[in-house]
């Protein structure tokens, strides 16, 4: 087994142990790999090994990889889990099956001219500035579930659920149970939250969409940020 084969079965592992071990099915929590920065040629074995959920952090980077992946393997599901400028928003309903990324009026607003336009329904996400950082995208906690209603009334879209990223240097637990209850204020069912070093909390705390990366694919060249400034 190569390494990232060996990573992707660890992975589902401690996936569904933190499932059974929070009373949870391990089949109610998505294990999306997380392929940014890494090679078409890295992410094959994980499609090969049955994964079918990725995630990528810029438009254009998975408009280079994905074509040819995606000719072999017609199922792959693409989840947008970094920043989206409006002008790129049609790229994005063209190509990916998830957004995780909504967190402004305008792009909600882009977003519904382009579903509609492309007769597309990609599953949305809000995402919540969950610690409330100066450099990270979101939108503020207070303001979520005015958000996520905005969305669904004056815009059109269904919404999925609700995604975060903690500050790096807090505990993740609080954040999480925080997002859960934005969640359930805004009645809205899924949680993305969780990546390589805590998913197994996100996963007690409820998360439905873990997102995973160095985990499977091995430590990222360059130690690429994570969805900070705009890509
Ligand atoms: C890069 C990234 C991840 C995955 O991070 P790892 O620590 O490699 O698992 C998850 N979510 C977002 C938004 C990211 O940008």
Redesign the pocket.
């Known amino acids: 087994m190569g390494s990232v084969e060996a990573g992707l079965a660890a992975v589902r592992e401690a996936v569904a142990s933190a499932a059974r071990a929070a009373g949870r099915e391990p089949g109610s929590v998505r294990l999306i790999a997380?392929s940014?920065t890494y090679a078409a040629a890295a992410v094959r074995p994980a499609l090969t090994a049955g994964q079918r959920d990725f995630?990528e952090?810029r438009v254009q980077e998975a408009q280079a990889k994905w074509p040819t992946l995606k000719a072999a393997f017609a199922d792959a599901r693409l989840h947008l889990?970094?920043p989206l400028q409006s002008n790129k928003a049609s790229d994005a309903v063209a190509l990916f099956d998830a957004i995780?990324t909504l967190d402004r009026d305008k792009l909600a607003a882009v977003l519904a001219r382009e579903c509609a336009a492309q007769r597309r329904t990609p599953e949305l996400f809000v995402q919540v500035n969950i610690g409330a950082e100066a450099q990270k995208a979101g939108i503020a906690p207070g303001e979520a579930v005015d958000f996520v209603r905005r969305c669904q009334t004056a815009h059109g879209l269904a919404i999925a659920g609700l995604m975060c990223?903690p500050p790096v240097e807090d505990e993740p637990t609080p954040h999480f149970a925080a997002l859960g209850r934005l969640a359930a204020a805004a009645g809205v069912g899924r949680l993305s939250m969780g990546?390589?070093?805590d998913f197994a909390a996100a996963i007690a705390t409820g998360a439905t969409d873990v997102?995973?990366?160095?985990?499977i694919f091995g430590a990222?060249p360059g130690g690429?940020g994570?969805?900070h400034a705009s890509g």
């Open positions: 997380v940014k995630g952090n889990i970094g995780h990223i990546m390589s070093g997102r995973v990366g160095s985990a990222r690429a994570i969805n």
